[in-house]
């Protein structure tokens, strides 16, 4: 987290000299989740047509999400690949309200810095006359701290939901026209789903549940594989996440148990362990799926999506 941890001993604040104690300290870097103040007015945009975005896609001819996704929502898209003057585009376009950018979508992945791009958006002074979202299929620990320091409004991770985007639209260009528009066909998650979490650690419950509470899902936990088993019997569920290494029945010991029952539930095994040959051990008892831990957020959405889907 970029920061520091010290121990002092004896500790410098203790007032008692026959129990001087310790002292621990630690420092991380933080960021304000609230959104930055722009220079901007859409107050005049009505229709989804008015919006002008403009998307920075380094391969658009095999990446065709990024444009498929603002076509559906009817704005009115260009789409540039960054050797292109961008910033020269965007200097130009505020000149004419007609031709002004109002979005800037930037495609960050392995083969191109998206953020970087973004940092050269910002130095220019450009970044408060626009929205700004970054869309990554290259995330990577810092990633959002880096995209608040470039004035960065969105940091969306693929794969990404329509609702994500349909929600910027609408935080942004409140004067839309109410209609009937349906989310586009993309990447829409089932509300109703019934998780079941299989971990002995009370750590890992909790954090189980943080993590599914921020995708809107409240979970069952279950505290070992017996009890998992035990729940699946009693109840339908629709998809497991499943400790390996759990007391009374281990992951791998519960699912060929769920197996032999004829019970086909998607089940996704969470582990420390993260070696191939124990990869295989988890798909060869019948697992689906399978995390490193720590597991991270869009890790467990990306599963989600790819089970449920509208």
Not at 254 to 265: L, P, Y
Request: with cysteine; aromatic share 8%; hydrophobic share 35%.
């Amino acid at each position: 987290m970029g920061g520091k941890i010290w121990v002092e001993s004896p500790s410098s604040i203790s007032t008692d000299p026959q129990y001087t104690g310790s002292k621990f300290s630690f420092t991380i870097q933080v960021y304000s989740n609230e959104r930055i103040k722009k220079d901007v007015d859409f107050s005049e945009i009505i229709d989804y047509d008015e919006i002008n975005v403009l998307i920075v896609n380094n391969n658009p001819q095999e990446d065709k999400m990024l444009l498929h996704t603002f076509k559906s929502f009817d704005t009115n898209n260009s789409e540039v690949t960054p050797d292109i003057d961008v910033i020269g585009r965007i200097e130009r376009g505020l000149k004419s309200e007609n031709n002004r950018f109002h979005l800037l979508v930037i495609n960050d992945c392995a083969e191109f810095d998206g953020i970087n791009f973004a940092r050269k958006i910002h130095d220019k002074g450009l970044s408060s006359k626009l929205i700004i979202i970054i869309v990554s299929s290259n995330d990577q620990p810092g990633n959002y701290v880096k995209c608040k320091m470039c004035g960065v409004d969105y940091y969306l991770i693929r794969p990404y939901e329509a609702s994500e985007v349909y929600e910027v639209l609408l935080e942004n260009f409140t004067h839309l026209k109410v209609t009937d528009k349906e989310l586009p066909e993309l990447n829409k998650l089932k509300k109703n789903i019934r998780i079941l979490v299989a971990e002995d650690n009370i750590i890992n419950q909790k954090v189980a549940q943080t993590i599914f509470k921020n995708l809107g899902y409240e979970i069952v936990l279950a505290q070992n594989g017996k009890d998992c088993v035990k729940k699946v019997k009693e109840e339908k569920y629709d998809i497991i996440f499943m400790d390996i290494m759990m007391p009374e029945q281990d992951g791998l010991e519960a699912t060929a148990e769920i197996r032999s029952i004829g019970n086909k539930i998607p089940i996704v095994a969470m582990t420390a362990n993260a070696r191939e040959e124990d990869k295989m051990k988890a798909i060869d008892s019948g697992m689906n799926h399978y995390l490193s831990k720590p597991v991270r957020i869009e890790e467990i959405k990306e599963v989600l999506i790819k089970y449920f889907s509208e």
